[in-house]
């Protein structure tokens, strides 16, 4: 996929909340990286709820 596609499916997950998007700059680098985290987010109790697929789908076994 080019950069271009790669961003639409991006911006989709993260709309539907599949994903996360933090930007984070190492300590002592003037460059930093999007981390992408994969999970579900929801409100309860004015509390937020955090749900990661890894949890569901990987470490059932």
């Known amino acids: 996929m080019n950069k271009n596609t790669v ?6 997950f ?9 930007h984070w700059v190492p300590a002592g680098k003037k ?4 981390i992408y985290i994969l999970g579900q987010w929801s409100e309860t109790d004015g509390k937020i709820q ?4 890894r ?3 990987f470490m059932l076994n």
Request: net charge negative; hydrophobic share 25%; glycine share 12%.
């Open 7 to 12: 961003k639409k499916h991006i911006d989709v």
């Open 14 to 22: 993260e709309g539907e909340g599949i994903i996360k998007i933090d």
């Open 31 to 34: 460059r930093g990286q999007n």
């Open 50 to 53: 955090e749900n990661y697929y």
């Open 55 to 57: 949890d569901q789908v």
